[in-house]
């Protein structure tokens, strides 16, 4: 491991459930600080790039790199590096969302004091009176800031989220996008799919296109148009491109 | 790590409203009818005691006769059943528990309610090991099927496996957090059954113990069930599948295995029919056992060596009453015949108590039905235990009036008399059951095979937690 490392990188990274190919050699390179998103349709290969980096899948051919180690090589990287947002939150239902932090936070050997707790519920954005409901009454909404609670109480090196905007409300989504982009300020690289173009401008450093499982297209979120971005999406989705 | 775990596992169960409807329904149950069995037990053991009491003092008050005359009278012993067999009354439906104990023939028991009880009656002694045997287990499998499969269909096993949980912790800490929920839900019905027993029956240390242990095998049984659901639920992707296999596993473990062994050691070792066991007795006694002679050849011989043991050449000139001393010397053969038979056939009983473990390759449930019947004391070698007593006990009465009708008469006249100082001289029964060592001892097949479940369960737990994918 070296300083110069990105956070997150891919190399040649091929993914194959049975015959089928759902990652195509995808090269990605995140470093400290930096949003990018992966702007792709459904099936695009999105869900799949990041649950290799969590090992949930082993690659084909090629490696996904943290921080210049493959984590499947060594398990206790993406304990000790990543957080994991996945497009629906799963919690338990039978327990408050505070319990439900505390218990994922216990296992991942982060003491939390009820203060620490609460306040992480708050600063994702639950309401103090819903932190001892049972999950059960939670919206998609509530059930992502639980999730995010957990992922930032992780302090981790590297954010991975799924969708997570999808099913919110746009004010809720507009909150998350700005807590986001602070966990990036203070330094976190997030790995972000979506399918939610504005959304991707909105937060990202960078934006990839997806299409099959290839990267096909990379802009500087900064720089590019909105029109362009519009346009090049659309285009890839209809198979124009 | 895996506290945490545990207590999570402990507090989502009891708050999931399953264990809670279920749990309590069964306890009801189990409650209702540990009463009618308790009720039942009460009844019986007051019975027999005063049958057994009435039966001794009706012998005492026999009239002034000859002392074979009163042996004949005849005697009824009875086996008292220890307080656990309010939770397993084991095989008091198919076998008595009384002896009649006559001269010159050694009994089988009899008084088997079975025989004479209207079918509701079998119904309620069956049901609370039942409860205990076959739908906790159940109650167990349908807490469990979905604990793994739940929680990789909702996700939240991505989200562990993302936290960097140990698959082995995760696993053995529902197990634990599981058996923990299930004791808190269990303990007060069985701390409510130990305190009614312990208020209706005079408990020896003996009973608390084997109370005790028979507590800890039912929860190794259902560790053991449980341990396997939760890696069944590992292992199979759907909580459907894993639904499907546990209940076939349920079916085998508690219906199909004790039939199978059943018809397995019937087949490897079949017992005798009644008629034919009975023939061979007497066919032994009349031809003799090898070397002995037969009936007619053994009698010569000891009439020749009674004459010459007196110096006599005449039965009629003996000092002490031949008739009776022949009549030991018969009943004596007739002893060693009926032991040696009764032992083979009750030996070979043993055999198929161990061949029916050829059933438990299906489930523990067998090795767990035939432990709790031992430490309840109402399986077989705690019959065979009564019956030797029994027939001790007949020998020593019996020798006793042969005693005064040899001493009370000289050669062949019958003349000899007892009176009731001489039948009330007559000890009672009095028959201490073995102790929790001897039940241990025979239980030891049992031990191991509901052992090796036990390690089997856990082993294939472990394996699960390895191949464990989100
Ligand atoms: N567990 C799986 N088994 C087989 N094929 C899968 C599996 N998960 C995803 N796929 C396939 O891989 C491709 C990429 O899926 P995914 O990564 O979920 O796409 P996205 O998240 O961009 O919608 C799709 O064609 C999908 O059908
Ligand atoms: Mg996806």
Same mark, same amino acid.
């Given at each position: 491991?070296?300083?110069?490392?990105?956070?997150?990188?891919?190399?040649?990274?091929?993914?194959?459930?049975?015959?089928?190919?759902?990652?195509?050699?995808?090269?990605?390179?995140?470093?400290?600080?930096?949003?990018?998103?992966?702007?792709?349709?459904?099936?695009?290969?999105?869900?799949?790039?990041?649950?290799?980096?969590?090992?949930?899948?082993?690659?084909?051919?090629?490696?996904?790199?943290?921080?210049?180690?493959?984590?499947?090589?060594?398990?206790?990287?993406?304990?000790?590096?990543?957080?994991?947002?996945?497009?629906?939150?799963?919690?338990?239902?039978?327990?408050?969302?505070?319990?439900?932090?505390?218990?994922?936070?216990?296992?991942?050997?982060?003491?939390?004091?009820?203060?620490?707790?609460?306040?992480?519920?708050?600063?994702?954005?639950?309401?103090?009176?819903?932190?001892?409901?049972?999950?059960?009454?939670?919206?998609?909404?509530?059930?992502?800031?639980?999730?995010?609670?957990?992922?930032?109480?992780?302090?981790?090196?590297?954010?991975?989220?799924?969708?997570?905007?999808?099913?919110?409300?746009?004010?809720?989504?507009?909150?998350?996008?700005?807590?986001?982009?602070?966990?990036?300020?203070?330094?976190?690289?997030?790995?972000?799919?979506?399918?939610?173009?504005?959304?991707?401008?909105?937060?990202?450093?960078?934006?990839?296109?997806?299409?099959?499982?290839?990267?096909?297209?990379?802009?500087?979120?900064?720089?590019?148009?909105?029109?362009?971005?519009?346009?090049?999406?659309?285009?890839?989705?209809?198979?124009?491109? | 790590?895996?506290?945490?775990?545990?207590?999570?596992?402990?507090?989502?169960?009891?708050?999931?409203?399953?264990?809670?409807?279920?749990?309590?329904?069964?306890?009801?149950?189990?409650?209702?009818?540990?009463?009618?069995?308790?009720?039942?037990?009460?009844?019986?053991?007051?019975?027999?005691?005063?049958?057994?009491?009435?039966?001794?003092?009706?012998?005492?008050?026999?009239?002034?006769?000859?002392?074979?005359?009163?042996?004949?009278?005849?005697?009824?012993?009875?086996?008292?059943?220890?307080?656990?067999?309010?939770?397993?009354?084991?095989?008091?439906?198919?076998?008595?528990?009384?002896?009649?104990?006559?001269?010159?023939?050694?009994?089988?028991?009899?008084?088997?309610?079975?025989?004479?009880?209207?079918?509701?009656?079998?119904?309620?002694?069956?049901?609370? $090991?039942? !409860? *205990?045997?076959?739908? /906790?287990? +159940?109650?167990? #499998?349908? %807490?469990?099927? =979905?604990?793994?499969?739940?929680?990789?269909?909702?996700?939240?096993?991505?989200?562990?496996?993302?936290?960097?949980?140990?698959?082995?912790?995760?696993?053995?800490?529902?197990?634990?957090?599981?058996?923990?929920?299930? $004791?808190? !839900? *269990?303990?007060?019905? /069985?701390? +409510?059954?130990? #305190?009614? %027993?312990?208020? =209706?029956?005079?408990?020896?240390?003996?009973?608390?113990?084997?109370?005790?242990?028979?507590?800890?095998?039912?929860?190794?049984?259902?560790?053991?069930?449980?341990?396997?659901?939760?890696?069944?639920?590992?292992?199979?992707?759907?909580?459907?599948?894993?639904?499907?296999? +546990?209940?076939?596993?349920? %079916?085998?473990?508690?219906?199909?295995?004790?039939?199978?062994?059943?018809?397995?050691?019937?087949?490897?070792?079949?017992?005798?029919?009644?008629?034919?066991?009975?023939?061979?007795?007497?066919?032994?006694?009349?031809?003799?056992?090898?070397?002995?002679?037969?009936?007619?050849?053994?009698?010569?011989?000891?009439?020749?060596?009674?004459?010459?043991?007196?110096?006599?050449?005449?039965?009629?000139?003996?000092?002490?009453?031949?008739?009776?001393?022949?009549?030991?010397?018969?009943?004596?053969?007739?002893?060693?015949?009926?032991?040696?038979?009764?032992?083979?056939?009750?030996?070979?009983?043993?055999?198929?108590?161990?061949?029916?473990?050829?059933?438990?390759?299906?489930?523990?449930?067998?090795?767990?039905?035939?432990?709790?019947?031992?430490?309840?004391?109402?399986?077989?070698?705690?019959?065979?235990?009564?019956?030797?007593?029994?027939?001790?006990?007949?020998?020593?009465?019996?020798?006793?009036?042969?005693?005064?009708?040899?001493?009370?008469?000289?050669?062949?006249?019958?003349?000899?008399?007892?009176?009731?100082?001489?039948?009330?001289?007559?000890?009672?029964?009095?028959?201490?059951?073995?102790?929790?060592?001897?039940?241990?001892?025979?239980?030891?097949?049992?031990?191991?095979?509901?052992?090796?479940?036990?390690?089997?369960?856990?082993?294939?737990?472990?394996?699960?937690?390895?191949?464990?994918?989100?």
């Amino acid at each position: 491991m070296n300083s110069v490392s990105p956070v997150l990188a891919a190399q040649n990274l091929v993914v194959e459930y049975r015959q089928h190919r759902a990652v195509d050699n995808l090269n990605l390179q995140i470093p400290q600080g930096c949003v990018y998103a992966l702007l792709g349709g459904n099936g695009a290969g999105k869900s799949t790039t990041i649950s290799t980096f969590l090992t949930f899948n082993r690659p084909s051919s090629g490696q996904v790199l943290i921080e210049g180690e493959s984590p499947h090589a060594n398990a206790e990287l993406v304990r000790a590096k990543l957080a994991y947002l996945p497009e629906n939150v799963a919690l338990y239902e039978v327990m408050s969302g505070l319990e439900n932090l505390t218990y994922f936070c216990t296992l991942a050997n982060i003491r939390l004091s009820s203060d620490q707790a609460h306040s992480l519920l708050l600063d994702s954005g639950l309401q103090a009176d819903a932190h001892q409901k049972r999950v059960a009454a939670y919206s998609k909404g509530m059930r992502q800031k639980v999730g995010l609670a957990i992922a930032s109480a992780k302090q981790a090196k590297a954010m991975l989220l799924d969708e997570p905007t999808s099913g919110l409300d746009p004010s809720a989504a507009n909150d998350f996008a700005q807590r986001i982009r602070a966990a990036a300020d203070r330094g976190m690289a997030v790995l972000m799919a979506t399918h939610d173009l504005f959304n991707a401008k909105q937060v990202a450093d960078r934006i990839g296109i997806m299409k099959n499982g290839r990267l096909v297209e990379e802009f500087d979120a900064h720089t590019v148009q909105h029109d362009e971005l519009e346009q090049k999406y659309l285009a890839h989705a209809r198979g124009l491109a | 790590m895996i506290k945490t775990i545990i207590r999570k596992e402990f507090l989502a169960t009891l708050r999931d409203g399953r264990l809670l409807t279920l749990g309590i329904t069964l306890l009801v149950l189990f409650v209702g009818f540990f009463l009618t069995s308790m009720y039942e037990l009460q009844q019986l053991r007051a019975e027999k005691h005063s049958v057994g009491t009435t039966a001794k003092e009706q012998w005492n008050t026999q009239s002034v006769k000859n002392p074979h005359s009163a042996a004949h009278y005849g005697i009824y012993v009875f086996k008292q059943d220890t307080p656990v067999a309010a939770l397993d009354p084991g095989l008091r439906p198919y076998i008595g528990q009384s002896l009649w104990l006559e001269p010159h023939k050694r009994n089988l028991t009899r008084f088997n309610p079975a025989a004479d009880q209207v079918l509701a009656g079998r119904f309620g002694q069956a049901t609370t $090991s039942f !409860v *205990l045997t076959a739908l /906790l287990p +159940l109650l167990i #499998v349908a %807490l469990t099927f =979905n604990s793994v499969s739940q929680e990789r269909e909702s996700g939240t096993l991505r989200m562990l496996h993302s936290l960097g949980v140990d698959a082995g912790q995760l696993l053995f800490g529902k197990l634990l957090g599981l058996m923990t929920a299930f $004791s808190v !839900v *269990l303990a007060p019905a /069985l701390l +409510l059954a130990a #305190v009614i %027993l312990l208020g =209706n029956f005079a408990f020896t240390l003996d009973d608390a113990l084997r109370l005790l242990v028979l507590m800890l095998v039912l929860n190794l049984y259902y560790g053991t069930f449980a341990a396997l659901a939760i890696s069944a639920s590992a292992y199979f992707n759907t909580s459907r599948t894993t639904l499907f296999c +546990l209940l076939g596993f349920w %079916l085998a473990s508690v219906f199909i295995a004790p039939r199978l062994g059943a018809v397995s050691a019937e087949i490897l070792a079949p017992n005798p029919n009644a008629s034919q066991f009975w023939r061979e007795i007497k066919d032994d006694i009349d031809h003799g056992l090898e070397h002995d002679g037969d009936h007619e050849e053994r009698a010569k011989a000891f009439e020749a060596q009674v004459l010459a043991q007196y110096g006599v050449s005449r039965k009629e000139d003996l000092p002490v009453g031949f008739v009776s001393l022949n009549r030991q010397h018969n009943d004596a053969y007739s002893v060693k015949v009926h032991a040696l038979r009764f032992d083979a056939l009750r030996d070979n009983f043993v055999r198929q108590q161990h061949l029916s473990h050829l059933g438990s390759w299906l489930g523990p449930s067998l090795a767990l039905r035939s432990l709790s019947m031992t430490l309840a004391g109402m399986d077989l070698a705690h019959q065979r235990h009564f019956e030797d007593a029994a027939e001790q006990y007949r020998q020593y009465f019996i020798n006793l009036t042969e005693d005064w009708d040899r001493e009370r008469s000289r050669g062949t006249e019958r003349k000899a008399t007892g009176e009731e100082t001489d039948w009330r001289s007559v000890a009672d029964f009095s028959y201490q059951a073995p102790n929790i060592g001897f039940a241990l001892r025979t239980a030891e097949v049992d031990l191991l095979v509901l052992l090796l479940w036990l390690g089997l369960s856990v082993g294939l737990l472990k394996i699960s937690a390895r191949r464990l994918a989100p």
